[in-house]
């Protein structure tokens, strides 16, 4: 058993895991959930033009209001650059997302990129845990509401 303290809360992030490539991907899958990070490969410009239709398949299948973030990942890998900084820039800025270039290799932005995702749906979402049950073990079972956040 996990108790979850009552200052904190669960994240769960989903990885596609390469299922895109069977078209695999439910509708299911995109609702419910809160945020998108969606990442291409600097070296790699299939994986860019990419971001347009995962960018199309969020407003269609996943729920109104979800934050996403952009990131340009191997940054590490300058000399096998194709994708320019600006080209990323400039799709976020379209988007009106956040951007990041990063590296997962040599850690990079990450925490950022994450930290503003999560900061952005926390902000959106203030009542987030208005109607979970928390149990304290110190007292009896307790429901939380907006204002006790
Ligand atoms: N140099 C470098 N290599 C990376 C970086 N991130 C991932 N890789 C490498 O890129 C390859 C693919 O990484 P994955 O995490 O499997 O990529 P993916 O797109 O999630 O793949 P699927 O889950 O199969 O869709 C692996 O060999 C990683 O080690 C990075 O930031 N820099």
Known sequence: MYAVPSDSFLLYFRDTAGQEQFHTISTS???????????????????????????????EKADDEVDIV???NKCDKETER??????????????????FETSATDNINIEDAFSVLVKEILDKNSCILCDLDVVDLN???????CCQL
Do not use: C
């Open 29 to 59: 899958y995109f609702r419910g959930a809160r945020g998108f990070v969606l990442v291409y490969d600097i070296t790699n410009s299939d994986s860019f033009q990419g971001i347009t239709s995962w960018m199309k398949d969020i407003h």
């Open 70 to 72: 952009l990131l340009g």
């Open 82 to 99: 194709v994708i320019p900084k600006h080209r990323g820039e400039k799709l976020a800025w379209e988007y009106g997302i956040p951007f």
């Open 139 to 145: 007292e009896s079972k307790k429901k939380r509401t």
